[in-house]
């Protein structure tokens, strides 16, 4: 890859200060897909002896150097790269879609999206909530218990919320359900 690096050393003493740069172009049309800039990738060993050897290098065949290149392999990776702690081979190790190993993290948050809680620790019979009753808040046995009132479904209330909207805001025009989409 190609970068910029410097060093500065404060006037007055003290250790120097190193920096550096990747270099990024336009992605290459293979890649661009995942993000619109790439690392500038030197081709071969003549280019990165070049690319060092700044000095002797004019500026024009410099930026010839650093333009998208096709040489870039990649694969789907485990979430465990998202983790900024894991260091492991495993972070670059292919995986197949669909057959990733859940994590204990997952699974939980995979059983609160599906129940709206996450699942107790523990053994215990896992039952199905009940079905509540249109239009009732008593338990679908019919014993007469009060429960508290079903939870709302994904979306529920913001389309109650524009239907009341619309019932209340019949003729205004700043009711939610009236507002019209400007471009």
């Given at each position: ?14 250790e ?32 990165v ?40 081979a ?16 997952s ?53 109650s ?21 400007t471009?």
């Amino acid at each position: 890859m190609a970068g910029i690096f410097d060093r500065w050393t404060p006037p007055e003493g003290g250790e120097p200060l190193y920096t550096y740069s990747v270099i990024t172009v336009d992605a290459a049309p293979a890649t661009a897909w995942i993000h619109h800039r790439m690392p500038a990738v030197l081709n071969g060993e003549a280019a990165v002896r070049d690319w060092l050897e700044h000095g002797r290098v004019p500026l024009n065949k410099a930026v010839e150097l650093i333009q998208p290149r096709e040489c870039l392999t990649f694969h789907p990776v485990s979430t465990i790269v998202n983790n900024s702690r894991n260091k492991s081979a495993e972070c670059v190790a292919p995986v197949v879609i669909g057959q990733e190993k859940p994590t204990a993290s997952s699974k939980m948050m995979s059983a609160w999206l599906q129940k709206g809680k996450p699942a107790k620790q523990g053994g215990g019979e896992k039952r199905p909530p009940p079905t509540p009753q249109p239009g009732s808040h008593l338990s679908p046995q019919g014993g007469g218990e009060k429960r508290p009132p079903p939870t709302p479904q994904p979306g529920f209330l913001l389309t109650s919320w524009l239907k009341r909207g619309a019932k209340e805001g019949e003729g205004d025009e700043k009711s939610p359900a009236k507002k019209k989409k400007t471009i």
